[in-house]
């Protein structure tokens, strides 16, 4: 539950009012909830000071039960998954983490308009120019970030001629993986924020071993429990650094989901779609 809370507050303007534990039916069906719990969580609803939203705990919610979800409680309705990646754009700076943000963005977006989509008698009724233009975008990114990748793997064999020994910092979002390289390498540029998913670039920093060896620490970004693949994959590119270093990992120590309602003070958050 705490990674949960964790995740709304690192929103702006975002927090959460109430928390509801709530046994789920199944995930594979339009109903979640039993009649039971949906008239408990209603009330507990009415209890909540100024609800916004409702945030379920799950991974990744279908197009038809966060509809029956939002028609039930008259709120919008988001899940793990949409979450994060409202936190990736928010986190996003440079122009590596927007490309690899808009990339994990795809497979969501297509998931849901080919959900919303489906028909009664079962067919998904998408239209080829729908397709092509999320297949079209998902090419150009990944074109995009190969680039990237090259450009990468050529500073990387730069390291190599000079024998930077290289470390790279890996471990759970918000561990102190920032932190700990600023304490290692006196780095005054590196502010560290208590937030989740502050990182989403791998970055290098210098350091000086006792004994004068200069050594590069990797900063990488963390991340939290059951993410999904696809969510993971268009990182890949900026992990490659910590994948061949050394790994220093640093870390702070029946179905069901638990149910956040959300407050809050400016803006909704963003819809996502497709941009070209």
Not at 66 to 95: M, N, Q, W
Not at 153 to 173: D, E, H, N, W
Request: charged share 25%.
């Amino acid at each position: 539950m705490a990674e949960a809370v964790a995740l709304i507050n690192t929103l702006p303007h975002w927090c959460v009012v109430g928390t509801k534990y709530a046994p789920l039916l199944t995930l594979q069906r339009k109903e979640l909830l039993g009649t039971g719990a949906i008239e408990n969580l209603k009330k507990d609803l009415i209890a909540c000071p100024n609800p916004t939203a409702i945030f379920v705990s799950t991974n990744l919610l279908k197009f038809v039960q966060i509809s029956e979800l939002e028609k039930i409680f008259g709120l919008p309705v988001y899940d793990r998954y949409s979450i994060v990646i409202h936190i990736f754009r928010e986190h996003a700076k440079t122009a590596e983490a927007k490309l690899q943000v808009a990339l994990a963005e795809i497979p969501y977006i297509r998931k849901k308009i080919f959900e919303s989509c489906v028909t009664r008698c079962g067919v998904i009724n998408v239209t080829e120019e729908t397709k092509l233009l999320l297949d079209t975008k998902e090419k150009k990114l990944k074109n995009q970030l190969k680039k990237l990748q090259q450009h990468r793997r050529l500073i990387r064999s730069k390291r190599k001629k000079y024998g930077f020994p290289t470390v790279a910092i890996v471990g759970y979002t918000n561990a102190g993986k920032t932190c700990l390289i600023k304490a290692l390498t006196d780095d005054n540029a590196l502010q560290p924020r208590n937030k989740l998913f502050a990182t989403l670039d791998t970055t290098a920093h210098q350091g000086i071993l006792p004994n004068r060896l200069k050594i590069l620490y990797m900063d990488t970004i963390g991340f939290i429990q059951d993410v999904p693949q696809t969510l993971i994959e268009p990182f890949l590119v900026t992990l490659e650094d910590a994948m061949i270093a050394v790994r220093w990992s640093y870390n702070t120590s029946s179905s069901c989901c638990y149910l956040f309602f959300l407050s809050q003070k400016f803006p909704k958050l963003r819809i996502l779609f497709p941009r070209m």
